[in-house]
């Protein structure tokens, strides 16, 4: 999968080393048909992005990166398919932390 072309339909500057980054953080969920994903219409997949990405790799405070995953979500509503490096990207980009990922 190229990560940085799905990015790059999204914003015009594309991070290779952030990208990199997030890859190595989803390891082998990457891999898996379903967690390749994010569901922005299941509030425990939200949860856990919050939780998870936002807290432990970027620490972020639950509000904003609720309101940073709620503003990728808008960003690709186009889409049914949002893939998960994609969706962090965006998050780290709108909340200005691409500095904890490169």
Known sequence: MDYSADIKRYTSNVNAAA???????????????????????DPAEVKRVVDGFCAKKLGLAAGPAEAAVRAAGEKMKA????????????????????????
């Open 19 to 41: 990208v990199d980054s997030i890859v190595k953080y989803c390891g082998i969920a990457l891999r898996g048909k379903d967690s390749q994903f994010v569901a922005m219409t």
């Open 79 to 102: 889409d049914k398919t949002k893939h998960r490096v994609t969706v962090y990207y965006l998050i780290a980009e709108a909340t200005g932390t691409m500095s904890k990922l490169a």
